[in-house]
């Protein structure tokens, strides 16, 4: 097992500061950690952009308009969609979803991702079935391998660091030197939610397979799990943390036999 400790989420709470506070706040927390959570938050487009701004550009959703919202064309609305989870769309299935990078065959690197919980939902349900958010510092994925691989953890590091074929048919590094890295474990690291899948179906005996697979095990072990309330804005450093969430009931049948749906509503944006 490894020594390495889990860092803290740092929790502002809207209601106690004013603007300019609490982006200097929140730009101390990215700096140093790289995660925040700003409780209370008003959940109005409006607001969360503007909030947002202070950061750099909120990115046009790229993926297809279905998620966009009707407000605003920055933010991603995930909500469950029966119709969506039946074509298997990604964040739109009731399962877990493994830590990945926002936007991540974009170069260079988006360098903030946000989220903001509108609706949480249904929160009575068994442990990571209430759509908890995960949170992997990356860091510590690296050095939990590097503790628990011993002799076989350098070259697993550079196959991350080495090209490895993405479902795009482009190859890129999963891992990327940081010029503020603060230690050498410390790497930026893009990951896509389908890309071990991929890489297990069509490279199976890839060297970057086998590291990537060690790669989402540690996130998996060491990521923080959250579950956001309503007002819960996350916002966090895009090279050195991954994001994900435990899985969500979309549908139950009330007493009366009649089908219901999860309201859970969260909106994501990516900043550059
Ligand atoms: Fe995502």
Do not use: C
């Not at 739109?92 to 989220?115: E, I, K, T």
């Not at 929160?123 to 079935?129: A, G, I, N």
């Not at 930026?188 to 069509?202: C, M, Y």
């Amino acid at each position: 097992m490894s020594s390495v400790l889990a860092p803290e989420l740092e929790t502002i709470s809207w209601r106690r500061m004013d603007g300019p506070e609490l982006v200097h706040a929140a730009r101390a927390a990215l700096a140093g950690p790289g995660v925040l959570r700003v409780s209370e938050f008003p959940t109005t487009t409006r607001e969360y952009l503007r909030f947002l701004r202070a950061f750099g550009e909120p990115l046009r959703y790229y993926g297809s308009d279905a998620g966009t919202h009707p407000e605003a064309s920055e933010i991603w609305q995930i909500k469950y969609d029966p119709e969506s989870a039946a074509r298997g769309e990604t964040h739109a299935l009731a399962g877990p979803l493994s830590a990945h990078s926002s936007q991540s065959l974009r170069d260079p690197r988006p360098r903030f991702f946000s989220m903001l919980m509108v609706n949480a939902g249904w929160q009575h349900l068994p442990l990571r079935t209430n759509g908890e958010s995960v949170l992997a510092p990356w860091r510590l994925a690296v050095e939990t391998m590097r503790a628990d691989l011993g002799a076989a953890f350098d070259s697993v590091r550079q196959a991350l660091l080495d090209e490895v074929p993405f479902p795009d048919g482009s190859s890129r590094t999963v891992a990327y030197q940081l010029a503020s890295a603060r230690s050498v474990d410390d790497l930026g690291i893009r990951l896509k939610s389908d890309l071990l899948p991929f890489l297990e179906q069509a490279w199976p005996m890839h060297r970057g397979t086998h590291a990537v697979r060690h790669l989402v095990d540690a996130a998996q072990k060491t990521a923080l799990r959250i579950s956001l309330q309503s007002g819960d804005l996350v916002l966090l450093d895009n090279d050195r943390w991954g994001h994900g969430r435990e899985s969500v009931v979309g549908t139950a049948q009330n007493l009366g036999g009649e089908l219901t749906l999860n309201p859970r509503e969260l909106w994501s944006v990516t900043i550059d």
